[in-house]
């Protein structure tokens, strides 16, 4: 009967089995980690080698060329590494409360749409000094609007916030298409000086203040989340709601107040965009950025540095990539640069489960890391 | 019965003997990281007997049989079904072993009738006949005497009614060895006693069942066997019926032990709570609690009794403002000065700074009160993290208080940064009582506070409640075991569907004086019950 197939199958150990992990050391979290840089590398390595009918040794040549050849190339590198980094900043919060904000993209082109709005009806009439400030408060009013809608709906009529953070990413890209009609004077280049509400230059750097705006935020926000009675009640919400209850903290008012300051700070890297990158709207502004970041902050495990360090990596491919392509322009377009984040991102997702299982042959012998 | 032994001998013969070895087990060790687990762990389990598992909390007594139905492996070690090496790899090779266990968490889908999770899982034809599959449920259900309704909803089912369901699962399955993981913990004596009288049946057609237990009046009453585990090692088997609860308490902790709880004389009593009329009713709209009224003095330990679901939970927590009166309800409070103030209406942290306490303990002790990934210290301020100047967390009182409950209740943990959801259940449960009397407070109010817990640990909170008595504290102590509530407490609640069916001196009632009660005899007409199901 079955029971007798099922007996002599199972005479043997299993060929391959998992052993949960009890704990990680930091040293092998390292060693992992690395590895899957490491490997991440070599895999985009070989895939432009077959792409490219070009030497690896080339290949990584360009690519890091491609970000540290001149003072342009690395500025655009920190850069993008910025504003990658004050989105997942933005967004660590609530996914550290178990509101799955993946509106990012909805709160930074709501952050933009706001801040363009006093470049388009003032932007000539105010001088920087005043337009800049109602430009910044404006866009993070605007952001955490764009997450506040969700955050209350998810609190009086317990809706699943993912949904409706990502439908309200598609309002707000129809919204900026709306605008762009609308406002075409900011759209056509040359109406408002393009001076009007531009960040100035800081250490003579034009991305100065992005550089100092991403410092900042990474710091106020480890201090926010480790230090302050705020960021407390965001884990124990987070974590255990009952508990929350139980203590007498409001679970509303958590939510509400931090999915207003995820909004806000995603606002605020759209206003970013606005006044220092673009000058313009548009609705792919920031590269879809909003939807990298949500990796960006679960991959550091809201950890600030670690969510630096991503950033740069991911800044590097990118700016690497382009590098490879605009040396076979004639083969490759830009969208290589995604394939190769989705790479470095495999190899990182694939890493957390080698850190929490170790796998175990038949007869005792254990696979390394 | 002389030669049921499982010695080396009688193994060869073991899968033919009526009275053989079930299960073998033999240098079974499993570590876990750095913890070992289960130490070289040998033993057996004959056919058609009841064997029970003891072992304090840590102890390693579900790790064991997680090895046996499947959930781990062993890192060393054989074990022998019905006299056969068997590895047994996934739940599945479990169930064609024959093994089936029932968890302390039922895996059960809710929204499933009863039938549909029987055969959930279960390989078969595209087409599903339920009607069989009904049929068969019932003819189990007749066999050793369980009441399942196959087309009944999970989510429409009491907890006993869930863990017969668990047992019904693995019978259709054919399960021959049954482990079953603390099964009365979450059952009233009434329900202990009907599945005693199933786990009977079941022997009697000759199936060994595996009981994990903390309750040594149980082993006495049900185990034809007691294996003892310590530490992760295994001591002994004793036979049950050579053995008392003194010996196997011993046994399972390693040193000598007295089973007596103190109950000091009360003094000085003071009247800190008076409730009057107090009603609440549920989401529904059912009434939970109708018109409780009591007074809770200072000095004394009030207890409350009842079958679970009575309204103890919502009781508790309407003192604690956490639950919604309705109008008419009062709590008032007596502070040593000045006027006795209304407790309805304010805020739970209104409430906690007046002094009353709550240290609810519920099913699952990491849901409410503490937060499994925080360590002691962050655990210990979740009630007090608001105080002090603003914005920014003060860690420094929290840590000392943290260090404080840990060298007093001897909490077992490697730091006070680990999270405490790595702690056993003992030690969390030791974490939430100790900050609770932490905040010094004038009323302290306790749900369940030993549930699952070893003796060694269930002593210390006896003692722990009974210093907060001296100390001038009202104590209220919700509790499930009639015996410890008759020795603990000076007065005793009777909850009764949610009416107060009467109030006991500890020192005089009896057990089934209280049983009495329990079941409304003596007590006052009943609430009427809309959920059919109530156990009440």
Redesign the interface.
């Known amino acids: 009967m079955?029971?007798q197939t099922?007996?002599t199958e199972?005479?043997?150990?299993?060929l391959v089995?998992l052993v949960?992990?009890?704990?990680v050391s930091a040293a092998r979290s390292v060693i992992v980690h690395a590895a899957a840089i490491l490997l991440a590398m070599l895999v985009c390595g070989i895939f432009f080698v077959i792409v490219t009918d070009s030497s690896i040794i080339e290949i990584y040549s360009a690519m890091v060329s491609g970000t540290i050849r001149n003072s342009i190339t690395v500025n655009s590198f920190f850069k993008e590494a910025c504003m990658l980094l004050i989105i997942a900043v933005g967004l660590a919060p609530a996914f550290k409360m178990s509101f799955w904000n993946v509106g990012g993209q909805g709160q930074v082109l709501a952050g933009g749409m706001a801040a363009a709005m006093w470049l388009y009806y003032l932007g000539n009439k105010l001088p920087n000094a005043a337009i800049i400030p109602l430009m910044i408060i404006s866009a993070a009013v605007g952001g955490g609007i764009w997450a506040l809608v969700p955050a209350i709906f998810r609190v009086k009529f317990s809706t699943n916030e993912t949904l409706f953070t990502l439908m309200m990413n598609y309002i707000a890209i129809q919204l900026v298409k709306y605008l762009r009609i609308t406002w075409s004077p900011i759209h056509a280049l040359g109406m408002i000086s393009r001076k009007a509400g531009s960040m100035p230059s800081l250490f003579g750097n034009q991305n100065g203040w992005i550089y100092v705006i991403a410092a900042v935020a990474v710091i106020m926000m480890y201090v926010y989340m480790n230090?302050?009675?705020h960021?407390?009640?965001i884990?124990?919400v987070g974590?255990?709601p009952?508990?929350a209850?139980?203590?007498?903290i409001s679970e509303f008012r958590v939510i509400i107040r931090t999915a207003f300051i995820s909004g806000a700070i995603c606002g605020l890297a759209g206003f970013l965009y606005v006044s220092a990158i673009d000058h313009t709207i548009s609705e792919t502004m920031g590269g879809g950025y909003g939807f990298t970041a949500v990796i960006v902050a679960w991959l550091a495990k809201f950890n600030p540095i670690f969510m630096t360090l991503i950033s740069m990596l991911i800044s590097f491919i990118r700016s690497g990539s382009s590098e490879i392509v605009s040396r076979n322009t004639t083969t490759l377009d830009s969208s290589i640069a995604n394939i190769n984040i989705g790479i470095f991102l495999f190899f990182m997702l694939g890493c957390e489960f080698f850190l929490n299982y170790k796998i175990v042959f038949r007869g005792g012998k254990e696979a390394g890391k | 019965m002389k030669d049921n032994n499982c010695d080396m001998e009688a193994r060869t013969e073991a899968a033919s003997a009526p009275n053989g070895c079930a299960v073998r087990l033999t240098g079974i060790t499993k570590r876990f990281g750095s913890v070992t687990a289960n130490s070289n762990i040998t033993m057996d389990v004959r056919r058609g007997e009841v064997l029970a598992l003891l072992g304090e909390n840590g102890s390693g007594k579900t790790t064991l049989m997680n090895m046996l139905s499947g959930i781990y492996y062993p890192d060393e070690g054989t074990i022998e079904i019905n006299g056969e090496a068997a590895s047994i790899r996934s739940p599945k090779d479990a169930f064609d072993l024959g093994i089936g266990m029932i968890h302390q968490h039922f895996k059960l889908v809710d929204v499933f009738t009863a039938a549909e999770n029987i055969v959930l899982g279960l390989p078969g034809k595209s087409s599903l006949n339920m009607r069989a599959v009904r049929e068969r449920i019932l003819e189990i259900c007749k066999k050793y005497g369980f009441d399942v309704d196959p087309d009944r909803k999970v989510y429409n089912m009491s907890v006993s009614e869930k863990q017969t369901l668990e047992i019904v699962k693995v019978l259709y399955r054919g399960a021959d060895i049954l482990i079953l993981d603390e099964p009365t913990a979450v059952l009233t004596p009434q329900e202990t006693e009907r599945l005693f009288d199933v786990i009977r049946n079941m022997r009697a057609d000759g199936k060994s069942i595996i009981i994990i237990t903390h309750k040594l009046h149980e082993v006495m009453e049900i185990s034809d066997r007691v294996a003892i585990l310590r530490r992760g090692e295994y001591i002994t088997t004793l036979e049950t019926k050579d053995a008392d609860e003194k010996t196997l308490a011993e046994a399972m902790v390693g040193e000598k032990l007295s089973l007596n709880i103190d109950r000091p004389e009360p003094h000085g009593l003071v009247k800190r709570l008076e409730v009057k009329g107090l009603s609440c009713v549920d989401p529904e709209g059912v009434p939970t609690l109708t018109d409780i009224s009591f007074s809770a003095y200072g000095g004394e330990i009030l207890g409350v009794a009842g079958i679970s679901g009575c309204g103890q939970r919502e009781l508790l927590e309407s003192i604690a403002g956490l639950e919604s009166t309705l109008p008419g309800s009062s709590v008032l409070y007596y502070p040593d000065d000045g006027e006795p103030e209304e407790l309805i209406g304010k805020s739970p942290r209104e409430i906690r700074s007046l002094g009353v306490a709550l240290s609810f303990v519920p099913e699952d002790r990491l849901g409410m009160g503490l937060v499994g990934s925080m360590g002691m210290t962050d655990n210990m301020m979740l009630k007090s993290y608001n105080s002090g100047a603003p914005v920014f967390l003060h860690k420094k009182d929290p840590s000392a208080l943290a260090g404080s409950v840990r060298d007093d209740l001897g909490v077992v943990t490697p730091s006070l940064s680990t999270p405490v959801r790595r702690l056993s259940g003992g030690n969390v449960q030791k974490v939430l009582v100790g900050r609770e009397i932490a905040e010094a407070p004038t009323v302290l109010m306790t749900a369940y506070a030993v549930r699952g817990l070893d003796i060694n640990t269930s002593y210390a909170i006896y003692k722990l409640l009974n210093e907060q008595k001296e100390k001038g504290v009202a104590v209220i102590y919700v509790g499930e075991d009639i015996d410890v509530l008759l020795e603990l407490c000076d007065r005793i609640l009777i909850l009764c569907g949610g009416v107060v069916s009467g109030i006991v001196d500890a020192a005089s009632a009896t057990k089934e004086e209280i049983g009495l009660y329990m079941t409304k005899a003596g007590g006052p007409s009943p609430a009427p019950s809309e959920k059919g199901d109530d156990v009440c």
Do not use: I, L
């Not at chain 1, 199972?10 to 299993?14: F, V």
């Not at chain 1, 209850?245 to 007498?248: H, K, L, P, Q």
């Open positions: 079955k029971d099922a007996k199972s005479k043997r150990d299993p089995r949960k992990r009890d704990s230090k302050t009675k960021g407390y009640e884990s124990v974590e255990a009952n508990t209850r139980y203590a007498g």
